[in-house]
């Protein structure tokens, strides 16, 4: 329920049973009403932030309404209406005649989930600016919830006793249920073998925050800071926050078949006698990043075809795909291996 005060959770959802299943990097869409479907994928599209996907609009539908559309099963006590919960105060701010009938109205499906992906994507920005730690995800759908203010209230992940577990339970149900959600998109994943088996693996993981020191072979985890990394905002951002930094969603990727260790720098000196040239890479090869070039290592990716790369960035960002020519400085790539 998009309602006026607010609250945050965090919550990381780590199946490697779930993972080995999904083929894709969770950025597509499955199990919505067909009338749902293109207004979700338009919603997502016109939101530059990362953390928005098709499946987190979805699971936050489903927790609202279940996708209902009818005045009578889509009418909270609290005054909230239509398939997106708007209370009227809230609607008058995020609410525009999105499919262009002449009525802009939260009980008709485009405008209502445009709207919903508005303030979704308008509370990321705010969670990611904000400082607090966590993941910006569950800070947003707090947000929407119940308010940013109880999200500035708490500066964080607020106690259950806050509006008799309300929020609280809300943010975790729809981070628990994103899986039911997700289907193709991010990246389309062919042939079978160790590198393309990991990078499906890793795939899944799109959109789980970075953290300094965080995760390993049994999943995401919270990290530390040493004095240089880790901050966020002056604080330390990875004592807080729940997921990989880039070596270990490289470790978490390859595990168990490919025990590689820790750090980039030992990932490259174990997989350095199987070096590949740019022009011969294959989805789920290791790219490693040093100052200048040489030196010591400071970053690892994985090559996900099409000249793209899935890495976890640094802090403050999530696990994503970019251009390999923009995941780092050019002039810093150092060389190329195969697992």
């Not at 499946?55 to 936050?60: K, V």
Request: with cysteine; proline share 7%.
């Amino acid at each position: 329920m998009a309602a006026s005060i607010g609250l945050v959770v965090m919550v990381i959802i780590d199946s490697d049973a779930a993972a080995a299943e999904m083929a894709d990097g969770g950025g597509g869409l499955r199990g919505v009403p067909a009338e749902f479907r293109p207004w979700i994928l338009k919603a997502d599209a016109a939101c530059p932030e990362p953390e928005m996907t098709p499946a987190l609009l979805a699971s936050q539908l489903w927790a609202e309404s279940k996708f209902k559309t009818s005045r009578k099963e889509a009418t909270s006590g609290a005054g909230a209406q239509g398939p997106a919960q708007f209370i009227p105060d809230t609607w008058a701010t995020w609410g525009v005649d999105s499919d262009g009938n002449g009525v802009t109205s939260p009980w008709d499906i485009g405008d209502a989930v445009m709207a919903q992906g508005r303030m979704m994507c308008s509370l990321l920005k705010q969670a990611k600016a904000s400082g607090y730690g966590g993941d910006p995800r569950a800070l947003a759908l707090a947000g929407y919830n119940a308010g940013w203010g109880a999200v500035e209230q708490y500066r964080g992940v607020p106690p259950k006793s806050f509006a008799n577990g309300e929020t609280y339970g809300y943010v975790v149900e729809i981070l628990a249920d994103l899986p039911r959600f997700q289907g193709p998109g991010l990246l389309e994943i062919s042939g079978s073998g160790t590198g393309p088996d990991a990078l499906r693996k890793a795939s899944t993981r799109a959109g789980t925050p970075y953290s300094w020191g965080g995760g390993g072979p049994d999943g995401p985890s919270t990290g530390f800071c040493d004095g240089v990394n880790g901050y966020l905002n002056g604080k330390c951002s990875a004592s807080v926050t729940v997921g990989f930094d880039c070596s270990s969603l490289v470790q978490y990727a390859y595990w168990p078949k490919t025990q590689l260790p820790r750090v980039a720098a030992e990932q490259y000196g174990a997989t350095s006698n199987r070096a590949v040239s740019r022009d011969a890479l294959k989805p789920g090869d290791l790219l490693f990043w040093s100052h200048g070039g040489s030196g010591s290592i400071y970053h690892v990716a994985i090559y996900a075809g099409d000249g793209q790369v899935l890495h976890a960035p640094r802090t403050g960002r999530v696990v994503e795909v970019q251009p390999l020519d923009r995941a780092m400085p050019a002039r810093d790539f150092f060389a190329a291996t195969r697992p």
